[in-house]
């Protein structure tokens, strides 16, 4: 699958083109590596089907060029920008601090063309003294090179699970395999991903491990034997997968499925019950088999409930199961509402038509079109009057499309003092206002934490977006007292919200599961831009679950009735 190669080198592309100055190119060049990015379907396919050109933003010259990239994994016209600014730009933009520009700037001025040469000038001392950019910059720059240092050999959730799920489907495909299951932190929806792990059975190991291997997708071949073989895909992930017994299947997915802490505690348990866990089963001393064909009766057979992987993280999920206090997490299929879309009036590339199509197309019933304020030039935006008219096509398109609700909102930016910039005459006219930072990002933590709680305690507010603002591997969330924001988020009825965007999924599972704890309640917004962005919603909902969010934890599964209520204008 070459959705993230291809992704990635159109964005590059677009990078390149406006260093040029070249003028709409790089808006298309950046909207078809967005659509091919969110798409589930390998790039690799709609090219064999001539589909290409059935992605939003896809044009017949850009088709060309992404077919190109799949047959070849390179692009000539792409290779010939590069040559105009040999440095790595892909990588030096997942720094915080880093634009396209900046990244010029620091060739030309100091010859800076990696992650590792970036690292030197900034542990010297040099880049503040590039005419532009200065102290400040410099800091921003360190920060943001820890943060891509600590996941840079990771990738993200979402990218990874339609990865997985697509071999699997391959897999079952050959007819080789009876059954094939992502583990590991996969699994357990943790929001970055090592390698891929995958669990087979199979009558037919050697053909099923041969099979594997020769995947479309694989680019190189690590190890190949009947019980397990290694890949490495051609977007460099690594991928193994591992072939078992049908009668340990369900011991070997539980502990492939971890985590490691997790594991420790459950041996322990069968130890002091006189029994042997491994990946092959649960045994009695004598070697005679408890369980294990399926991780319900492993659990079971220690005198536990099933315990879901999201939870398996040794963190009281085993004393919670103990006891009978483990929630029933929300499920994925109970969240057909997304509570954060943008539309192409403000920053987003769909129509308020095409967001509702997409949205309906993903089984998605409910939608609040949250698009920005005008706040800065940067960010496209709406003024007061785009607003009032917005709401008034909102309310027409609803009342064409029987069964499908549209919430009128709007995403306000929260001001370096905490307030908000919503207008309040037309309050009454919103279901739901979102409120997030956009600007200073790194003040105090004394600072931020009042800006917050300030925010969420004004009573215009519904949700608090995107809360804690991290891009992962390539910005960390701000430095707060979160438990203060939650405590006044909780006392004055507004909502935190779980951003399903794969690079933020802010709320982290840890956080949201301390936000609970104060009562607070959380809202899942895909923050969507694009049609396929609507897919994220599981993403968001997966987090929620890491965080031990029941159904009645989170907004979305309320009908619209009922959620409109629950709202602050309901």
Known sequence: MKNALVARILDEIADLLELEGVP???RAYRRAARAIADTPTPIEELVADGRVRDLPGVGEAIAEKVTEIVHTGKLRYHEELKAKLPVDLHALTQVDGVGPKTAKLLFEALGVRTLDDLAQAAQAGR????????????EKIVRGLAEVRRTERRILLGRALPLARELCRQLLGTGLFHRVEPAGSLRRGKETVGDLDLLAVSDRAEEAA???????????VLAQGPKRASVRLADGVQCD???????SFGAALQYFTGSK?????????????????????????DGSVVAGEDEAGVYAALGLPFIPPELREDRGEIAAAETGSLPTLVEVDAVTCDLHVHTDASDGEMSLEEAVEAARARGIT???????????AAIPGLSPDDLRRQIEAVR???????GFTILTGVEANIARDGTVDVPRDLLPELDLV??????????????MTERLARAVEDEGVDVLGHPTGRLIGERPPYDADWDEVFRRAAKSGTALEVNAHPQRLDLSGELVRRALGFGVKVAIGTDAHVAGQFAHLELGVVTARRGWAAEGDVLNTLPPTALRAALKRG
């Open 24 to 26: 709409f190119k790089p």
């Open 127 to 138: 880049i503040r003294t590039v005419k532009g950019l200065g102290d400040k910059v410099e």
């Open 210 to 220: 041969a099979a594997f291997c020769a995947l479309p997708a694989v680019e190189e």
């Open 241 to 247: 997968l591992r072939i078992v017994p049908h009668a």
């Open 261 to 285: 802490e997790h594991n420790i505690r459950l041996r322990e348990r069968a130890v002091g019950r006189g029994l042997k866990l491994s990946e092959y089963g649960l045994f009695q001393a």
């Open 366 to 376: 409910c939608i609040a079109i949250t698009d920005h304020l005008k706040f800065a």
């Open 396 to 402: 027409r398109l609803e009342e064409r499309i029987p």
């Open 434 to 447: 979102i409120a997030s930072v956009h600007t200073h990002l790194r003040l105090g933590r004394a600072e």
